[in-house]
Structure formats: C-alpha cells, structure tokens
C-alpha cells in the first residue's frame, strides 16, 4: 500500500509530465515509465490467473495504485500517446468502475488517442461496447442501482454518441440505455432508446420489449385519463 505522500508524489509527477508532453507524441516520464513496468508485471500476473471472475478480482485489487498517474494525467494532460492510461480504462470497465474508465474515455476520445494494439478495435467501440456489455449485466443483479446505471449510459452516449463505429455496437448501447431507463422507470425515455437501437440494428433483440413498453405506456394514459 502506498503511502498518501508517496500517491500525491506520483500525482503530481504524472500531472506534469502529461502538462508537458507533445499532444500525438509518445508520452515519457519517470512516472510513466515506472507505471508501464508495474503495468507489464501485472499484466504478467493476471496471465496465470485463468478464471475470469479471480482476474477482475486481481484487478480491482492493483488499480488503486495506478490511480495517482490516472488522476495526474486527466488533470495536466495534452493528449500524448499512452497505453498505460488507455489499458486501465478497460480495467475499469472490468472491475465496474464506470466512473473512471468514462473519465479516460472522455479524455482519449477528446485527443483521438488509440486503444493498444491487442485490443483489435478502436477507442470509441471499446469504451461504447464494453460498457454497453457490463451495464446489461449490473442490471440483471438484484441490488442493481438502475438511475446510477441509465447515468452511466446517458454520459457513454454523449461521449461517444456522434463517433463512428459500427451499427451493431451503436445498437448494443442505445439497448443498454434502453434497459437501464426501463429498470429506472422512465418507460418513455426508454421506448425511444430501444427504438433507435432497432433502428440500428434490427436483430438486437427488442422488439417485444418495445411492444411491451408501448403496451404498459398506453395503459397508464388510461389510467391517468380515467
């Protein structure tokens, strides 16, 4: 565990080297280079680990000492290349931590920075799929918190909302959002999400679901009419 005067060090550190960096450059610096070891070895680490479930537990064990260089460069940052930044925003994905990873994604998507190479596909459809993905399946558990979920998918909308990227993925995000707004009870702003994910895409799925809202929407301006 890192001493509080040590992360402030490393905060700082990180913050200024970002500050300085060349936007489209590759980002240098003690703090990064000692982050990109520390993200390697760990990396190295969760490659022995073969369930799923103990490596987004290991995960969620080591990314509070990278928060520091996560905190430091979202500060100071210019927009220099950085896979270390850009493989702990998946890890956020991973472990839940909406917040932080949508932080990132802001941050990436503002500078066009690039996910790394083994990730096979582009910011903007990582950051909108994965979480996209990991809300649909916060929801389905019993003390899901649905406003805080349909928050995290109004602000993964606007984020990434206007990019391009592939139908289907636009799709999977307008159904999540579809979902979480469902889950808050907000059937109408609903409706219109699962709409435009059929629009989009139209083997995702949602067509009784639409039905269904239509259905309970129409029964409640009877109600309210009645």
């Known amino acids: 565990m890192k001493s509080p005067a040590r992360r402030h060090f490393e905060q ?29 070895e760990a990396t190295r680490t969760l ?14 064990e080591l990314l509070p000492d990278f928060m520091p260089y996560i905190t430091g460069v979202l ?4 927009g220099a290349k950085d896979s ?9 994905i991973d472990i839940g931590d ?45 003390d899901a918190d649905a406003d805080s ?31 979480a707004l469902r889950a808050a009870e907000d059937a109408e702003g609903a409706l219109s999400q699962l709409k435009r994910a059929l629009e989009l895409d139209e083997k995702i799925g949602v067509k009784q679901d639409i039905k269904n809202l239509e259905s309970a929407i129409k029964k409640q301006g009877e109600q309210a009419t009645a």
């Open 12 to 40: 700082v550190s990180a913050a200024k080297a970002a500050g300085t960096a060349t936007p489209g450059e590759q980002q240098q610096g003690e703090q990064y280079e000692l982050h990109a070891r520390a993200l390697y």
């Open 47 to 60: 490659k022995t680990i073969k369930s799923i479930e103990a490596k987004v537990e290991k995960k969620r």
């Open 75 to 78: 500060a100071e940052g210019k």
């Open 84 to 92: 270390v930044l850009m493989t702990l925003m998946i890890w956020c």
């Open 98 to 142: 909406y917040e932080t990873a949508l932080q990132i994604g802001a941050y990436a998507v503002k500078h066009n920075l690039d996910t790394p190479d083994r990730y096979a596909r582009d910011t903007v459809s990582v950051l909108a799929e994965e979480i996209a993905e990991g809300v649909k399946v916060q929801l389905t558990k019993e």
């Open 149 to 179: 979920l349909a928050n995290v998918m109004a602000r993964c909308v606007a984020i990434v909302g206007d990019a391009d990227m592939h139908d289907e993925i636009k799709a999977k995000v307008h159904k999540s959002y579809g979902y």
